[in-house]
């Protein structure tokens, strides 16, 4: 294993002059552990090569992909080129160059010497570059292993700043932070036993959606949403998140985790802070990290001993997808036969604010539906008095505003307006706004910008671990009450994979 790890660096054809990237971080190295797993080939390094094409990398950069496989760096690049050239990503000349900034060493995670071995593969590597020492360590790993991983690179001194040749030291955490809240309260203080705060960068890919990133521009640079963005104007939210794949080949995580784990605990209470809370006074990341925090301690905590009413479980049976039939999630390979995991949930949820009390927000997310589509609809109230009552009945459609985040990233804002004619008649007539309207420029896919912020330090798209607290505090009591109940079987419905997607009935 040795031989491997101790391989010199290879001197870069990337000149390391004194350019630092479009984006304007510091030269790092980013370490990978996990690197063989299926993340690092569809994810990371595509996100990491497309960032090379458009110059949006330090110089010098380095990745540095760690596993237990005995691959040797040749090895490890073969892999790459062939995941990028399956996913039609792949411009040889440009990767042939870029590969030579890949590295690989074996890893034993439970090993503190192989740790030794990596962080004297690290500092060759800057010393080489006359690089300064800066990393970031990706945890591309199954989350039993976070607590082992970040304790072993603490004990061999990768984990602090400045001192022993680093410069800044990261740690990337994938979600699922924790399983529950204590799980996750244990978790953080492993990690920050050798990692402060400031170094801990917890992902969600849904913050670093443009869409995503849009809500606090699209409330908070105009003036006119706001005053009716309350209890006054606003009759419920849906905030929605639901796909047509299934479980794919992850039934040993998702078989544990389910959708609440998998979507509410992380995206969908993301999409739902950004929604309800109030407006930051800086748009930096702890003022709005704080803004968030105070929008989960206000979550109403949720009537365990109503369940039913507020909420739904559901798990897909066959159906029909894209006209290809499909199996039921009983059938998945991996899945136990008699599974009771929750593949789908809605949840109605209420904020105890002044700004919205009173005002239903309907959480929903599933797999296996007939169409992917996520997106947040505010649904007003409506008009208080009808002067066309006479002509035209008593229900006037009230107006509802719709955040595309997928497919359609765009805004739409539907309203009344007369229809053309004699007679009198309404119709309802949208406004639209695509997020790519009057741009030509790229688009930054989820990945690119997570690791960019990464780079530059930015923790305004990742989870802070007191967020993490409040959500899990809320969620925590609902997982432990539908996992323990005696009629959890019943609480859960099959339902036809392909199918509209069930709602709550407000
Ligand atoms: C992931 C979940 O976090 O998000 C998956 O683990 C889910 O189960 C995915 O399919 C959905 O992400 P997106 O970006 O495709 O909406």
């Known amino acids: 294993m040795d031989e491997i790890i101790k391989a010199t660096a290879p001197d870069l054809e990337i000149p390391s002059q004194d350019f630092t990237g479009v984006y304007g971080s510091d030269p790092c190295t980013i370490v990978i552990v996990g690197a063989t797993g299926d993340l690092t080939a569809r994810k990371l390094v595509p996100a990491l090569f497309n960032l090379y094409l458009n110059d949006g990398l330090p110089k010098p950069f380095h990745i540095v992909g760690c596993g237990r496989t005995r691959l040797d760096n040749q090895q490890f690049r073969g892999r790459m080129e062939t995941a990028l050239d399956a996913a039609g990503s792949l411009d040889r000349s440009k990767w042939l160059k870029f590969a030579e900034s890949i590295h690989y060493c074996v890893i034993d995670y439970e090993d503190l010497s192989s740790y030794r071995d990596l962080a004297e593969f690290l500092r060759d590597l800057d010393e080489k570059k006359n690089a300064p020492g800066n990393r970031i360590f990706y945890f591309s790993l199954p989350p039993s292993l976070y607590k082992t991983v970040a304790q072993m690179i603490g004990r061999v001194g990768l984990a602090k700043e400045g001192e022993e040749n680093n410069g800044w030291s990261r740690v990337v955490v994938e979600k699922p932070f924790g399983r529950n809240l204590e799980t996750a309260v244990d978790l953080d203080q492993s990690i920050r036993e050798y990692f402060q705060e400031h170094q801990i960068f917890r992902i969600d890919h849904y913050l670093a959606k443009e869409t995503v990133q849009n809500i606090l521009m699209f409330r908070f640079a105009n003036s006119i949403f706001e005053p009716i963005w309350n209890r006054r104007y606003i009759e419920h939210v849906n905030i929605t998140a639901v796909e047509t794949l299934g479980v794919e080949h992850r039934a040993g995580y998702y078989e544990q985790a389910g959708v609440i784990r998998d979507m509410f605990q992380n995206h969908m209470m993301q999409l739902l802070a950004l929604t309800a809370m109030e407006p930051p006074s800086l748009f930096q990341a702890d003022q709005v990290r704080d803004e968030k925090v105070k929008a989960f301690k206000s979550l109403r905590p949720f009537p365990v001993d109503n369940l039913y009413k507020y909420l739904f479980l559901g798990q897909y049976g066959s159906g029909t997808i894209n006209g290809n ?153 609902i997982l432990d009450e539908c996992e323990s109940c005696d009629n959890r079987e019943n609480m859960l419905r099959i339902y036809e994979a392909g199918g509209q997607t069930p709602r709550l009935l407000p």
């Open 325 to 477: 039939a499909v199996r039921p999630y009983r059938d998945e390979p991996g899945v136990n036969p008699n599974s009771l995991t929750p593949t789908f949930a809605v949840m109605k949820v209420f904020i105890d604010n002044w700004r919205w009390q009173g005002v239903p927000f309907y959480l929903t997310s599933g797999k296996r539906l007939a169409k992917k589509l996520t997106e947040i609809a505010i649904q007003f109230k409506e008009v208080p008095h009808s002067m066309f009552r006479k002509t035209l009945g008593q229900t006037i459609a009230a107006n509802r505003l719709r955040l595309g985040i997928y497919p359609d990233e765009k805004v739409t804002l539907t309203f009344q307006t007369k229809n053309p004619g004699a007679k009198v008649r309404l119709r309802s007539v949208t406004m639209d706004f695509s997020y790519d309207q009057n741009y030509s420029g790229p688009i930054l896919d989820a990945y690119e910008k997570v690791l960019i912020d990464c780079m530059l330090g930015d923790q305004m798209l990742f989870w802070r671990q007191d967020s993490i607290e409040h959500s899990w505090s809320f969620l925590t009591p």
